[in-house]
């Protein structure tokens, strides 16, 4: 491991706002701000908002300078790369912002019933070739389910076409009519306010890579409620034009709407 990964692992150690917990600790016995994230943590009672899978942070510092008046959690294994965030919000003085450093596929024991209000996904990896890794999964919106509020909204924001499609037909096979979707953010069919304004208002590094390919950038939002049992799309869907596990490769720079 570099100097450099070293560094960062050693302030990401001592930066208050970061919490880290490998499963290890997790079998160990129960998470101790599980249930305690708002008076432990926040030490406030406002809603608490998680971006699972948040690379550098961007979203999760971004909605917290936007608003106030809510909490966020940044959720992502990669520490290297979440220590950009957290040294930001760190600087910045942010007490509505933090970090979670663990694997996505344990997030249900991190969080009580009804802990959470909102989950954003922002530019998952679209796990191609195994459901049970997608992040709008069944898999995982029935982890999601032991702690988002009834009704709580998830937001998906991606250039994928695949993982929007596939999501878009898990949310019809299971009655669940999107708040808002759309497959060009940026376009002119997007209102100037309302539903997306918060979608729209922020850019990671992901999305200004895919935006200067020409690739649009679709966003969706829905509210998950606590039952029924969820089922799984039977529909074949076109793979993207790049591999999952490399999501830097693409062949050209055409738009794959």
């Not at 969820?230 to 074949?236: C, F, I, N």
Request: hydrophobic share 35%.
């Amino acid at each position: 491991m570099g100097k450099g990964k070293l560094a960062k692992f050693a302030e990401m150690a001592q930066n208050p706002l970061v919490v880290e917990c490998p499963m290890s600790a997790i079998s160990q016995g129960d998470f101790p701000l599980r249930g305690c994230w708002h008076r432990d943590f926040f030490r406030n009672t406002n809603p608490i908002v998680l971006e699972l899978g948040c690379g550098r942070g961007e979203y999760t510092v971004g909605l917290g300078r936007q608003m106030p008046c809510k909490n966020f959690i940044g959720v992502d294994i990669k520490g290297a790369r979440m220590w950009t965030g957290a040294k930001e919000a760190l600087q910045s003085d942010m007490k509505n912002v933090g970090f979670l450093r663990t694997n996505i596929e344990f997030i249900q024991h991190f969080f009580a019933a009804d802990e959470v209000s909102e989950i954003w996904l922002t530019f998952s990896d679209p796990q191609m070739k195994k459901v049970t890794k997608r992040l709008t999964s069944t898999y995982f919106l029935e982890r999601y389910r032991r702690f988002l509020r009834s009704g709580g909204l998830i937001h998906l924001k991606t250039d994928s076409n695949f993982l929007f499609t596939y999501t878009e037909e898990l949310l019809k096979a299971n009655g669940i009519e999107p708040e808002f979707s759309t497959r060009n953010l940026y376009g002119t069919d997007t209102p100037a306010e309302g539903w997306g304004t918060e979608a729209a208002s922020i850019q990671t590094y992901y999305e200004s890579m895919w935006r200067a390919r020409g690739i649009d950038i679709k966003y969706l939002c829905f509210r998950l409620a606590a039952t029924p049992t969820l089922v799984e799309p039977d529909v074949e869907i076109p793979l993207d034009e790049y591999r999952s596990y490399s999501r830097e490769k693409r062949s050209n720079a055409t738009s794959h709407v």
